[in-house]
């Protein structure tokens, strides 16, 4: 079994800054693209950002120079620094890991259970 865990939401005034982090845990032969997305009230849910083993990295226009994701590959780890947050970021957000359990699996996108994020005066 896999495991994928998210931390570090809460509350936070505009301007504020919040880190989140993802663990991935379990019967892990390898992780390939680690990504969070986030879903607001009545909306569908969205990229925020992802990243690829060798650090290559992709983000939504909306969250560009104010988010930064990250990753350490021996941890099982990926973060995401939020910064200048606003109002609109306010949601849930959910990590996502794709995860080969065995050398000979075929990869399997695992999610988290997401994460609070509201940004609020």
């Known amino acids: 079994q896999v495991q994928v865990v998210e931390s570090g939401g809460g509350l936070v005034q505009p301007g504020g800054s919040l880190r989140l982090s993802c663990v991935a845990s379990g019967r892990i032969s390898s992780i390939n693209d680690m990504g969070w997305y986030r879903q607001a009230p009545g909306k569908q849910r969205e990229l925020v950002a992802t990243?690829?083993?060798?650090?290559?990295?992709n983000y939504d226009d909306s969250v560009k120079g104010r988010f930064t994701i990250s990753r350490d590959n021996a941890k099982n780890t990926v973060y995401l620094q939020m910064n200048s947050l606003k109002p609109e970021d306010t949601a849930v957000y959910y990590c996502?890991?794709?995860?080969?359990?065995?050398?000979?699996?075929?990869?399997?996108?695992?999610w988290g259970q997401g994460t609070q994020v509201t940004v609020s005066s």
């Open positions: 996502k890991a794709s995860i080969q359990t065995h050398t000979w699996s075929t990869l399997y996108d695992y």
């Open positions: 990243i690829t083993p060798g650090g290559g990295t």
